[in-house]
């Protein structure tokens, strides 16, 4: 085991996966990349569209060295036309192909809304189950690190709302990988959510095909005391805030969901059956967010479980700013997660 | 390079003169169908067995018969909401086009899209759209599937995705990213904008820039045109979009056809239609399109009479009567079995807080084509 490691080391995750363990250490864009290119060479209806990803090697370096392999006519570079090269890829993959829609920013999604929210997750409803939309949107959500109000968007809360599609959100290489297969095999449309702020990230992923199946929550850190669960960058915050409060004698559960569409409803009660409490860790701003969904959730489903009220950490409920200082306190970091389980203890 | 084609320059040999007799006589069919089929509409909707929103074609039949006809039956179509024309062009049973409208299990969509969204994957039709534009990208995307399907896959022939629209789209920017895309990528779509002067109740003058010459809109965007200034003569309509489509196919390049035609009823089925007048209306009527094919092939060709005119429009009133019947005698969707179903293809568990997804009953016009 290398020390470049950043990926959290893993107490349960889904039985059958290869190990975690190993020295084959890449980025968090190169664990994409995999999975993409993997995928790609499996299967020719495969293409991946979008600004920058052929010619300039991607925005974000995601993409390089596919157009080298596969061409232009499957590793396509789009105006900045997102409306545009959204509904490209909706037609695209009625008619049969599986495309890769790359969009540089989730931000940028929101010119894209009639699209991806109106057209791919109803599509086989309104058309009587004729035509799916099996089709992966994925780029970069949350605050890349002072992009000010109008680049920073987390659509988690706003597009899991849609019925229709999936969402997941990764936190790890590993996980990355496996779950982005996993999204371009999915005959529904997916929501795939990434981070700049995590691209860079290392771990060890291994060399053998792996999959992660939807709806189902790796436990990260194990304790009695307090189930605390989170998804995407968010979850290194929850890391942080577990090896500050262990230093005070508190252990928490950990469950990284994932994916939050499906929703691994029944890993969440099963820790809370044993802590009794609960703290939900989300970056989207609290009014209808992710976390107010997973509180509803286990208060129709667990409520007689619990033994304090379940409290939810999302970003402070303003734009989000610029200024370094503003905007590392607006994100749920280390600090309010740490807050909010010595709450659910009593102990603030 | 971009020319924009009139019925001047036709050559006096006019591709539609090769058309058989009887291929003539069936787009008249086609076209006596859809208008009446909507008159049903009308009625069904006046009566309350339709709700919702409702556009009926009545006026534009050439339209969708000339165009649809001018290509083959795997090139892919899409449109928007203004639809039963184009369903019954592309050979949807009347029966699920109607049962759809009336919300039951046998409609085309289950009874889960209603008028605005026709869908028959037998026939390549890939819906009826509901929001104004909203079709163009995604008929970009059928055309650039279809490119790569030949180009990529090799499993494909050249194809051409017909994509239509009202006038009153060329002023979403959907359209515009879409024309953009189209021209750019070399992606084998057809923008057909079937103009029929006005986007709901305000007039084409009122609502886009040029609108004495919408071509230009597609020459901005380096996209082969055509004017088609005549909609009523469903044989101009064919000279010249078939070499058009034809080319479009050959070359696979985009193509934008300015088509000129009008609607006889109101927007919706709500609209008083206080924006023109009844002399208007009356005036086109006198030039209508079913009467000018009908007039061609008594009196030009010789090969139909009226007698038979009359015993094909009482064969009609019978066909679409019956649809009526099969609407009104289909059972409609249970919320057991269907509220719930058409969501997801791979329905996992947790998808919902509220209750697991399923698959539904069957797609009844899935189950006639077999």
Redesign the interface.
């Known amino acids: 085991m290398t020390t470049l490691q950043t990926h959290p080391a893993v107490v349960r995750d889904v039985e059958g996966l290869p190990s975690r363990e190993g020295d084959r250490v890449i980025q968090f864009r190169e664990a994409l990349r995999e999975a993409m290119e993997e995928e790609m060479r499996a299967d020719?209806?495969v293409?991946l569209i979008g600004e920058e990803v052929a010619e300039y090697n991607g925005a974000y370096k995601v993409s390089q060295g596919m157009l080298d392999e596969f061409g232009p006519?499957?590793i396509?570079d789009?105006?900045i036309?997102e409306?545009?090269?959204?509904?490209?890829?909706?037609?695209?993959?009625?008619?049969?192909?599986r495309?890769i829609i790359e969009f540089m920013s989730w931000s940028f999604s929101l010119v894209a809304a009639?699209?991806i929210l109106?057209?791919a997750p109803k599509?086989?409803?309104?058309?009587?189950?004729?035509?799916?939309c099996?089709i992966v949107f994925r780029g970069n959500d949350g605050a890349g690190g002072q992009l000010g109000s109008t680049h920073s968007w987390c659509v988690e809360a706003l597009f899991s709302n849609v019925?229709?599609l999936?969402m997941a959100i990764p936190s790890n290489p590993y996980d990355a990988k496996g779950l982005l297969k996993t999204s371009i095999r999915?005959?529904?449309p997916v929501f795939f959510l990434e981070s700049e702020r995590m691209l860079g990230d290392k771990a060890h992923v291994p060399e053998e095909e792996y999959t992660i199946p939807?709806?189902r929550a790796a436990l990260l850190r194990e304790g009695d005391d307090c189930t605390l669960l989170s998804f995407g960058r968010p979850v290194h915050f929850c890391l942080e805030a577990c090896d500050a409060l262990e230093a005070e004698g508190v252990h928490c559960d950990l469950l990284d969901m994932r994916t939050i569409?499906?929703?691994?409803?029944?890993s969440i009660i099963e820790s809370l059956q044993k802590t009794n409490r609960v703290v939900v860790v989300d970056q989207s701003w609290p009014f209808g967010s992710v976390a107010s969904?997973v509180v509803?959730?286990i208060c129709?489903r667990a409520f007689d479980h619990l033994d304090s009220q379940p409290v939810r950490v999302n970003s402070d409920d303003v734009p989000t700013p610029y200024a370094k200082s503003l905007e590392q306190e607006y994100l749920p970091h280390t600090g309010k997660i740490t807050a909010a389980v010595k709450k659910t203890l009593g102990l603030s | 390079m971009t020319t924009t084609a009139t019925a001047k320059n036709m050559s006096s040999t006019r591709p539609s003169d090769s058309l058989s007799n009887e291929t003539l006589i069936g787009w008249l069919h086609q076209m006596m169908l859809i208008r009446e089929f909507e008159v049903r509409t009308m009625q069904a909707y006046s009566n309350a067995h339709i709700g919702g929103f409702c556009h009926v074609y009545t006026g534009q039949e050439a339209c969708a018969v000339g165009t649809i006809q001018s290509v083959n039956h795997d090139d892919p179509v899409i449109t928007a909401y203004r639809d039963h024309g184009h369903a019954l062009a592309r050979g949807m049973d009347p029966r699920f086009c109607m049962a759809e409208m009336y919300g039951k299990i046998t409609g085309c969509a289950k009874g889960k899209g209603g008028s605005m969204h026709m869908f028959d994957k037998p026939n390549w039709l890939f819906g009826g759209h509901g929001i104004v534009g909203a079709q163009t990208p995604v008929g970009a995307g059928l055309a650039f599937a279809a490119r790569y399907e030949w180009e990529v896959l090799g499993t494909g022939a050249k194809k051409v995705c017909l994509c239509y629209l009202g006038d009153g789209a060329l002023n979403q920017g959907a359209f515009h990213e879409a024309q953009n895309l189209a021209g750019l990528l070399d992606i084998p779509v057809i923008y057909i904008v079937e103009n029929n002067g006005y986007s709901m109740g305000t007039s084409i003058g009122r609502g886009t820039t040029m609108p004495h010459d919408l071509c230009l809109k597609a020459k901005g965007y380096g996209i082969d045109n055509l004017l088609i200034e005549d909609g009523m003569d469903i044989l101009k309509i064919y000279d010249l979009f078939k070499p058009f489509a034809d080319n479009c196919r050959e070359m696979q390049r985009p193509g934008f056809v300015d088509l000129h035609t009008y609607r006889y009823h109101g927007h919706s089925m709500s609209d008083p239609q206080k924006y023109r007048s009844k002399d208007e209306v009356k005036g086109v009527q006198e030039r209508d399109s079913i009467d000018l094919l009908k007039a061609h092939l008594i009196e030009d060709r010789q090969c139909l009479t009226e007698d038979e005119v009359k015993a094909k429009q009482k064969e009609i009133r019978k066909q679409v009567r019956a649809s009526v019947t099969f609407a009104e005698e289909s059972a409609e969707p249970t919320p057991e079995a269907e509220l719930y179903s058409d969501v997801y293809l791979n329905p996992e568990k947790n998808l919902s807080p509220l209750k697991d997804y399923h698959d539904g009953a069957p797609n009844a016009l899935l189950d006639a084509q077999d």
Do not use: C, H, V
Not at chain 1, 83 to 97: H, S, V
């Open positions: 020719e209806r293409f006519k499957r396509i789009s105006p036309s409306n545009g090269f959204a509904g490209l890829g909706i037609g695209a993959a009625m008619y049969g192909l495309p009639d699209q109106n057209n599509m086989l409803y309104m058309s009587g189950g004729q035509w799916g099996p019925p229709g999936k999915d005959d529904d939807f709806g569409r499906p929703l691994d409803i029944d969904e509803t959730q129709e």
